[in-house]
Structures are given as structure tokens and as C-alpha cells.
Nanobody, 127 residues
Framework: QAQLVESGGGAVQAGDSLRLSCTAS????????MGWFRQSPGKEREFVGS????????YYADSVKGRFTISRDSAKNTVYLQMNSLKPEDTAVYYC????????????????????WGQGTQVTVSS
């Protein structure tokens, strides 16, 4: 399994921006899809977006489309989640995850499809 470490969480005001990082190690990630998920108290973990490491192509959940952007820096083995125009409903623990697949991004939105996970980082957005 890959080792994933998230960072960059914190407490911000509604409308602010925040960038999360996920640094990966333990594998060659060329064939991987890297996903971001989030989980609020009492709710199931939900898909936020994903990026194909090799091409940089991305896919987003409707709830964050246009506000969140995923990118990667191959030299640093790091994936980023840029979050703009944050809302209180974005408050959650954010996790990055990895799946070794060449399948279409739109098909990789379920938690069980990813086999490596980071420890999570808390994002709190106040109104």
C-alpha cells in the first residue's frame, strides 16, 4: 500500500480559501488515481474529487465543482486540493486516498474502491 499524509487543514471563515496537501510515498504512482473524500460528524464519507496521476485529468463532485481544484506535483509526489469560496457545509475531516487503476475517473467515487488512505485533516468553516 501507498503511504499518504495530509496537511493544511484549519479553521477559516466562510468565503475564505484553504489548500490541502497529500504527500504520497511507497509506490510509483503513474498508474494511480488519487481521490479526496470528506466526512462530517454523523455522515458517511463522501467523494470530493479525484485526479489521475499520469495525465492530471480531474473529476469533481457536483457539490464542489467550480470551487475546488485538484492538482499534483509529480516532483514532490504531492496532490493538492485548493478550496475556494468555502462554506460552513464544507466543514469535515478531509482524506486523500489512492487507487491503482486505469479506469475512468467518474467510476471511482466510492470509498471501497480506494485501498490506501491518509489519516485525515480537519477543515472547519464558520459563518
Amino acid at each position: 500500500q501507498a503511504q499518504l499524509v495530509e496537511s493544511g487543514g484549519g479553521a477559516v471563515q466562510a468565503g475564505d480559501s484553504l489548500r490541502l496537501s497529500c504527500t504520497a510515498s511507497g509506490r510509483t504512482f503513474g498508474s494511480y488515481v488519487m481521490g479526496w473524500f470528506r466526512q462530517s460528524p454523523g455522515k458517511e464519507r463522501e467523494f470530493v474529487g479525484s485526479i489521475r496521476w499520469s495525465s492530471g485529468s480531474t473529476y469533481y463532485a457536483d457539490s464542489v465543482k467550480g470551487r475546488f481544484t485538484i492538482s499534483r506535483d509529480s516532483a514532490k509526489n504531492t496532490v493538492y486540493l485548493q478550496m475556494n469560496s468555502l462554506k460552513p457545509e464544507d466543514t469535515a475531516v478531509y482524506y486523500c486516498a489512492a487507487a491503482a487503476t486505469y479506469g475512468p475517473l467518474a467510476s471511482y467515487t466510492r470509498e471501497r474502491q480506494y485501498d490506501s488512505w491518509g489519516q485525515g485533516t480537519q477543515v472547519t468553516v464558520s459563518s
